[in-house]
């Protein structure tokens, strides 16, 4: 899996600073699924299969109450909304995410 230097994120400068998402940026995507499915790899694998980086040291893992379900969180470099929104399709394609956000 393609891993991101967070000190590239000194490089990343938005064209409308101020103005809601700015591309290109970091970004945090959260797919949530059944605890069992294996998205703490599908999650970033999906991220770089689409040629983004997942940010070192960001994955986020957060169990449900009654265990069942999982969330997994990433952060991601992403160079425009097309392909953020192709992120969001990616793991919702996926029969193991439930819902992202």
Not at 33 to 46: C, F, H, I, K, Y
Not at 52 to 64: H, L, N, Q, T, Y
Not at 66 to 77: D, H, L, Y
Request: contains cysteine; glycine residues 8%.
């Amino acid at each position: 899996m393609k891993k991101f230097d967070p000190r590239e994120l000194e490089k990343i400068h938005a064209e409308n600073p101020g103005q809601g998402f700015q591309f290109p940026g970091a970004f945090e995507i959260t797919a949530v699924g059944q605890a069992n499915a294996g998205l703490e790899q599908r999650v970033p694998a999906a991220i770089a299969g689409l040629g983004m980086s997942v940010v070192a040291g960001s994955e986020r893992v957060r169990p449900s109450s009654n265990g069942n379900f999982v969330s997994v969180s990433v952060t991601f470099t992403c160079p425009s909304r097309e392909r953020y929104e192709a992120a969001h399709a990616a793991l919702r394609e996926d029969a193991a995410v439930k819902w992202t956000l």
